[in-house]
């Protein structure tokens, strides 16, 4: 895609949703960086039926602490991976609460850290917290970059290097959401809704499925 492209096809998301956020459910950036922790896996949806009455009870790292890995694992037991994601949260809890003073660090390097955090962790919690220009590159992201010819890349951290060299500054905040949105409800992974697609005139993927109920010729 030439960087004309680029600029249109987020200046169409932009028109379509001016103001992206994470589906995730949270009250403060602490809830939110252990709701992207669970997610690792899981879905959005999953991850905020069990934090719900979660962060009900717990809004800082030192009432997690207080809750406990066993009172932790009651919470999420319904989400995957339960058992390693309790150990990881109650872990990051007591490092926030030792060396941050119950606080959230604004600062990539330092969450990541933190037990459970990984680079794609801690881009979504600079991005959405902090409203640093960073990209969260999940299958979503890797898939919309490489299928659109945006960003191609054979890792995460490739893609996501394309994406900081050619998103263009009035979308570089909000990028990351928009392509998230798009990868989940339209440019799905099995078959993607190129037919109803608002940007299908600027992506490069060959095998449009530019029917209703046509079936894709391959899977991306």
């Not at 879905?43 to 602490?65: C, H, I, S, Y």
């Not at 694992?73 to 990881?88: D, E, P, R, S």
Request: proline share 5%.
């Amino acid at each position: 895609m030439t960087k004309a492209e680029i600029f249109e096809f987020f200046r169409r998301l932009a028109e379509l949703n001016p103001s992206p956020e994470t589906e995730l459910e949270f009250g403060n950036t602490y809830q939110l960086l252990v709701a992207v922790v669970l997610s690792a896996q899981a879905t959005d949806v999953g991850v905020n039926k069990a934090t719900r009455a979660l962060f009900r009870e717990v809004t800082t790292p030192g009432q997690m602490v207080a809750l406990g890995e066993d009172g932790l694992k009651q919470h999420i037991k319904t989400i995957g991976l339960f058992n390693g994601k309790a150990k990881n949260v109650i872990a990051l809890s007591e490092i926030l609460v030792e060396r941050y003073g119950g606080e959230v660090p604004q600062d990539r390097d330092a969450l990541v850290e933190l037990p459970g955090v990984g680079r794609k962790t801690a881009n979504v919690v600079m991005n959405c917290a902090f409203g640093a220009e960073t990209f969260a590159v999940d299958t979503h992201i890797f898939r919309v970059g490489n299928r659109t010819g945006m960003a191609k890349g054979k890792t995460p951290l490739a893609v996501e290097k394309h994406l900081e060299k050619k998103v263009p500054g009035p979308f570089r905040v909000g990028a990351h959401h928009w392509l998230i949105l798009h990868g989940r409800y339209i440019c799905k992974a099995r078959t993607p809704e190129c037919w109803r697609c608002p940007v299908v005139d600027l992506c490069a993927y060959k095998d449009k499925v530019l029917a209703k109920g046509a079936r894709a010729k391959t899977a991306a």
